[in-house]
């Protein structure tokens, strides 16, 4: 069975770092481009970041960039966003997602993060 | 950077048909993906843009695009497919993936 599982998400301070992780089984990881998303309360589904099969190219959104650091660990099949100077307006609950041909064809059941003081 | 137009919300009769549009620039040029949102569950791929239809979807659900709107089209709605859904297309001149702001679907 295809599965995906974040963990990492907490309440952090704004200005702060977080760490996301996400445990990938039941496919060949490393030939698939994968993703995170997030969907802050009351609000649509964001793209935040993707990466290639082999990491070798990486894109993030507007939003995050310069901010946030996405990489996998293919040996180990699980990916990581790095999360930094967290703004309240991260807020959200964070899903990583498995790409199939530009679409998110598998997800993970989310991770909240939440920035507040 | 390109941008997808949804309506809020959308309402419907047990056993009618429901059409989710999703407007951009030039959208039938572009592989356009539909996912559906229930609330406490993690988004589902009902409608790949390739034409593939995801497992599990049924046939009742299915996807279409001409000129600058694409529209989900849900025949024969039911109580369970009460959902968010949201549009989606990858950006090749920005590399970025975009999804329009969401349908709430609601069954009468």
């Known amino acids: 069975e295809v599965q995906l599982l974040e963990s990492g998400g907490g309440l952090v301070q704004p200005g702060g770092s977080l760490r996301l992780s996400c445990a990938a089984s039941?496919?060949?990881?490393?030939?698939?481009?994968m993703s995170w998303v997030r969907q802050a309360p009351g609000r649509g589904l964001e793209w935040v970041s993707a990466t290639s099969g082999n990491g070798a190219k990486t894109y993030y959104a507007d939003s995050v960039k310069g901010r946030f650091t996405f990489s996998r660990d293919n040996s180990k099949n699980t990916l990581f966003l790095q999360m930094n100077s967290l703004r309240a307006d991260d807020t959200a609950v964070y899903y990583c997602?498995?790409?199939?041909?530009?679409?998110?064809?598998?997800w993970g059941r989310g991770t909240m993060v939440i920035v507040s003081s | 950077s390109y941008v997808l137009t949804q309506a809020p919300s959308v309402l419907v009769a047990p056993g009618q048909t429901a059409r989710v549009t999703c407007g951009g620039n030039n959208i039938a040029t572009k592989s356009v993906h539909w996912y559906q949102r229930k609330p406490g569950q993690a988004p589902v791929l009902v409608v790949h843009g390739d034409g593939d239809r995801p497992s599990g979807i049924p046939a009742r659900i299915s996807g279409s695009s001409s000129g600058s709107t694409a529209t989900l089209t849900i025949s024969r709605v039911e109580a369970g497919d009460e959902a968010d859904y949201y549009c989606q297309v990858w950006d090749g001149t920005t590399d970025h993936w975009v999804f329009g702001g969401g349908t709430k679907l609601t069954v009468l």
């Open positions: 997602a498995k790409d199939r041909a530009y679409a998110f064809d598998v």
């Open positions: 039941g496919f060949a990881f490393s030939t698939y481009a």
